[in-house]
């Protein structure tokens, strides 16, 4: 009569593949987990405290965002190179949110000016002029008073 076979028992390299995070060690591990615990806790504190046009709001930004084929091929035309998905995916993140700046301020553009209904072109031109005069020219890098970056 054989002997039934048995699974070998899992091993420490064996467990590494099932780690959330490889290459972690357990404080770091815990203090990821607690840090995604609040902010789960945070934003469901916010979300209970949004009113019904608020959290209307926040689902479509939620649910909204940039192609990040599209996002990849712009970049691509500015820069003349190959960018990775990684890549393509942050710079369509943080577009997301100027966008979404942009639309906040037109939205205060339209209101000051007492109109209702869709954005218009000039209301957007208004609201780029406020955040540049806000947050600064976009896109323009000032010199360091004559020093050379990345120079040997």
Known sequence: MPFPTTVPAKTSKDDDDDELYPGMDDADYSAQLQYQTQSKADLKL?????SQEQHNRFEAYRRSALNK??????????????????????VAGFSKVFVGEIIERARQAQARSGQTGPLSPDHLREAYRMYQLEKGA???????????????
Do not use: Y
């Open 69 to 90: 084929g599209t996002m990849r091929k712009v970049i691509q035309s500015l820069t003349g190179q190959q960018v990775s998905q990684p890549v393509a995916q942050a």
């Open 46 to 50: 916010l979300m209970d405290n949004f």
């Open 138 to 152: 976009i896109g323009t890098a000032k010199p360091l008073k004559g020093k050379k970056l990345f120079v040997r």
